[in-house]
């Protein structure tokens, strides 16, 4: 069967041309169905004892009757006229295609209808029944109406399938930003984007998109990459830091230097491999197309045997060519070039309704092997959308001083963590005093560090509001002894504690409740001196638990790879049922755990020893996500793992609710 092929030229809208195929294919299809109805019924009207026009009916009719059939045949003929120039074109070189043998069924079919209409009129005009008889019998023009019909109809549904893929990438064109802003003898000029060359130095401020791709030289921001690597979550960037094309800086300014430019950009690779998928076929697709190649000739050869064998049998030459044209019209595979296109036109076509992108037509096909699905937690398995739904004062401290650090921290900052803390903050502690801070850094996989601005002690500043009746006022003063200016408060995770000597024990109680909720903790600490938990709700998307038991009732196993803690990994694992869940896993190291399960925890000696330090294989391949489902998956047998289920995806697990992917 041949794949319908379009070329995108730069300029071009790819959603454009596909709905311009699309259109074409649909007029053909609409010429081909009004014509083929009536053509199909005036052609076994008299095989079924169906009424007919008096005109068309009976011996005197069958002129009319035959002729009228090829008027109505003709239009079918000239809008598909591309599926002939492509058989035939396909004969010339010798590597015929399905294309080939409608091609020939269709015009033996009307050739010989043709012959029968001059058998007809020869029979009138010499008063031989039998002879008008024969003539009628000899026009197959329904015949290679409909097979022209159904042959366009699965062009269209083939086409409808591309088409919702195209849709997907006119949607990553226009994410390329159009416009950069270029440091130029340290002024800021902007530039068109596709005027940036490698070693230029680029300015990003908040609420832009990153032009291209490239490394962070100075100040820092966080940055939203969900539309490239599906993490709903903004990521830290500072000196050093890679930032990627078409990625959004949420907040803060940073100047960049472009490593990757053009095509070479990581979203031109993303644009590539959609492209490339386009144009690609499933194994079952070349796997006709081979069939084809050897069926196509070995019934045009069975045609000729089939003429000759007649004739030599002694048979009329109008008996012999009957025969074989009999058996180009019968063999041509009319299912075989429905089914394929109508089968990924339903598969790809729930999937980009669900927001799901396929690589290709091999990865498509391939999805039904796959042994193991990994997904990520946050945005994935849940909205991605937290807030502080728990808040624990470690002994000795007071909850107002807790939010006077948690404040300043996160006032100024866009990210989703942040926006939670403020908006629990103006709820919970309105009258707390303003905390200065200096020095915020970002410490990644982490939190956030900063130091105490001003001379006064943190402690007062933070309990000065509390009412003096309840003692808090009081409670702050004392608890800020010795934190005054200059001394480091932080908020972040227990790795984070480790790393600057903070005790968390004395929230183990508390911490293990939150976990048991599948709440995500981070601790708050100012000058070395424990204050609190705050614990974070991502709610569960209502389809997850749905989606998981599908893909678990399809044979494989379902994998959950997160960096929170492992006790809030396996309250989210057990709510919706995943099989394994993986924690305290940083973003670098999910490629690691990925090719763990690609390998079946049996990684080469080779690999291992060229890990990364994080832990992350350094092969070139890496998984691909669009979106929040960052769905990865591998087989179920060692090094054949990951058969074709290279998916990218968009849209989180709500996706997957049932499973129409």
């Keep these: 069967m041949n794949m319908l092929l379009m070329t995108f030229r730069p300029g071009m809208d790819p959603e454009a041309v596909s709905k311009r195929e699309i259109a074409g294919i649909r007029r053909r299809l609409i010429v081909s169905i009004i014509c083929t109805v009536p053509l199909f019924y005036l052609g076994l009207a008299r095989g079924f004892h169906w009424p007919l026009p008096a005109w068309m009916a009976g011996e005197r009719g069958a002129v009319a009757l035959a002729l009228t059939q090829f008027l109505l045949l003709l239009p079918v003929l000239v809008v598909n006229r591309s599926i002939f120039s492509s058989g035939f074109r396909s004969l010339a070189r010798l590597r015929a295609n399905m294309d080939a043998l409608v091609a020939l069924g269709a015009g033996a079919a009307t050739v010989y209808g043709v012959w029968g209409i001059y058998a007809i009129g020869a029979g009138l005009g010499q008063g031989d029944a039998r002879l008008v008889d024969y003539g009628l019998g000899c026009v197959y023009f329904e015949s290679a109406g409909m097979i022209l019909t159904l042959i366009t109809l699965g062009k269209l549904f083939e086409a409808m399938a591309r088409g919702r893929t195209t849709n997907a990438l006119s949607s990553l064109y226009r994410m390329a930003p159009k416009k950069a802003t270029k440091l130029v003898d340290g002024k800021e000029v902007e530039v068109d984007a596709s005027a940036v060359a490698v070693g230029d130095t680029l300015a990003v401020k908040a609420g832009q998109a990153v032009p291209v791709d490239g490394v962070v030289l100075s100040g820092e921001g966080s940055v939203d990459e969900s539309a490239i690597t599906g993490e709903s979550m ?324 379902t994998v959950m790879i997160t960096g929170d803690a492992k006790t809030t990994a396996d309250a989210v694992a057990a709510e919706v049922g995943i099989d394994e869940a993986i924690a305290d896993v940083l973003p670098a190291g999910k490629e690691a755990e990925i090719r763990k399960l690609q390998w079946n925890g049996n990684v080469p000696a080779e690999v291992a020893a060229s890990s990364d330090d994080d832990g992350s294989a350094s092969a070139d391949a890496k998984p691909m996500a669009m979106g929040g489902m960052k769905m990865e998956s591998t087989g179920d047998t060692g090094a054949k793992a990951m058969p074709g289920m290279d998916m990218g995806a968009s849209g989180g697990m709500a996706a997957m609710g049932s499973m129409d992917a």
């Design 234 to 557: 903004p990521v830290e960037k500072r000196p050093g830091s890679e930032v990627t094309g078409s990625t959004v800086l949420d907040d803060g300014y940073f100047t960049m230097r472009a490593m990757r430019v053009g095509k070479d950009t990581t979203l031109s690779g993303i644009i590539r491999l959609v492209e490339e998928a386009q144009l690609s076929q499933a194994p079952a697709q070349r796997l006709a197309d081979r069939v084809s190649a050897i069926f196509i000739p070995a019934m045009i050869g069975v045609a000729v045997v089939a003429l000759v064998v007649w004739l030599l049998l002694g048979a009329g030459l109008s008996f012999a060519l009957t025969r074989a044209i009999s058996v180009l019209i019968i063999t041509c595979p009319c299912a075989l070039g429905l089914a394929t296109p109508t089968a990924i036109m339903v598969a790809t076509g729930m999937g980009a309704k669900q927001g799901i992108l396929v690589k290709s037509g091999a990865a498509l096909e391939g999805a039904g092997r796959v042994g193991v699905v990994a997904m990520d937690k946050t945005g994935t398995i849940t909205t991605g959308t937290p807030e502080v739904s728990g808040v624990a004062v470690a002994p000795g401290a007071d909850e107002r001083e807790l939010w006077a650090v948690a404040l300043a921290l996160e006032g100024e900052s866009d990210h989703p963590l942040a926006r939670a803390v403020v908006a629990a903050g103006k709820e919970r502690a309105a009258g707390v005093a303003e905390l200065q801070v200096t020095g915020l850094s970002s410490v990644p996989g982490g939190g956030l560090k900063a130091m105490v601005a001003g001379g006064a002690d943190a402690g007062t500043a933070a309990g000065a509001a509390a009412d003096a009746s309840d003692g808090a006022a009081a409670g702050g003063a004392d608890a800020g002894a010795g934190a005054g200016a200059g001394a480091v408060c932080l908020i972040g995770n227990a790795r984070l504690m480790g790393q600057e000597g903070v005790d968390v024990s004395p929230l183990a109680e508390a911490v293990t409740g939150f976990a048991k909720d599948a709440k995500t903790v981070d601790y708050l600490a100012l000058g070395g001196r424990l204050l609190g938990a705050l614990a974070f709700s991502d709610t569960v998307r209502p389809t997850s638990a749905e989606a998981v038991r599908e893909i678990r009732a399809m044979g494989a196993k």
